[in-house]
């Protein structure tokens, strides 16, 4: 089912889905900017072929990452930047899940995921700056490769935002790439980058890990799940 869904982008679809993100990069002239953030325009065109393109990381790495993104939690959870839902198959059968992200394109994907999974999940539209959601409403929050997509000048309002929203004593868990420490592989790493950073508004080199003091967080987990260059983090409210 997953399979059908990925490749009915066919190959015309995806044709059309990189011109169509081409032209738009190049009309992309305003970094994001706060809570004035409006659906970034790479993922309003990459949506279509974001699963496409992932494949072979999803199956060759982020398969046996994202159980552990989720393991062991419980109550109101949220998956911050939900995306296409690719977390949907791990979720804790113990959660009440909500999936957050800015771009209605890449929520269209995830509620078709969804349905093809016959699973319960609340997705919402929304900047994960300024979520509206009431103080402490969840229980844990998670998020996978959404920080790398922010702008530095978005990290810690992203981080004091998830404090603010997860419960007193809540674990609020990051997993994101970072540069290896590896001369070969940080140079391999440095060659992709203008890919990554074309493709996906990311970067390898968030170093979100930076912004949790001033974010009122406390690092109480800490460990890479694949080489030197995916990191799981785990924070909690001082
Ligand atoms: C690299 S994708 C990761 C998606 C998913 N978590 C995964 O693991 O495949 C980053 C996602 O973050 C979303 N995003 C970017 N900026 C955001 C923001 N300010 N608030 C909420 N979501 C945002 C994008 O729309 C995109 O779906």
Not at 65 to 94: C, E
Request: glycine letters at 10%.
């Amino acid at each position: 089912m997953r399979n059908g869904f990925i490749l009915r982008a066919g190959y015309g679809g995806a044709r059309r889905a990189v011109a169509a993100h081409l032209k738009n990069r190049s009309k992309q002239t305003e970094p994001l900017k706060g809570s004035t953030l409006t659906e970034p325009k790479t993922y309003r065109t990459i949506a279509r072929l974001y699963d496409l393109l992932d494949l072979p990381f999803e199956y060759f790495r982020y398969r046996r990452i994202r159980p552990q993104l989720w393991q062991g939690l419980a109550g109101w959870v949220l998956d911050a930047g939900v995306g296409t839902g690719r977390n949907m198959p791990y979720y804790p059968k113990a959660a009440e899940m909500t999936g957050l992200d800015l771009s209605p394109a890449m929520l269209k994907r995830a509620r078709q995921r969804r349905q093809a999974l016959g699973i319960a999940v609340t997705l919402q539209q929304g900047n994960i700056c300024a979520t509206g959601f009431p103080d402490g409403h969840f229980d844990a929050v998670a998020s996978s490769f959404l920080f790398c997509v922010l702008d530095d000048s978005l990290q810690l309002a992203a981080l004091s935002e998830l404090r603010r929203i997860c419960k007193p004593g809540g674990e609020i868990r990051v997993l994101e790439y970072e540069l290896s420490a590896h001369p070969l592989r940080r140079a391999i790493m440095r060659l992709w980058a203008p890919w990554v950073a074309f493709a996906y508004g990311a970067r390898f080199d968030r170093n979100t890990g930076q912004y949790a003091q001033a974010a009122g967080l406390e690092i109480v987990g800490d460990r890479f799940v694949h080489g030197d260059t995916i990191r799981l983090l785990t924070l909690r409210a001082t």
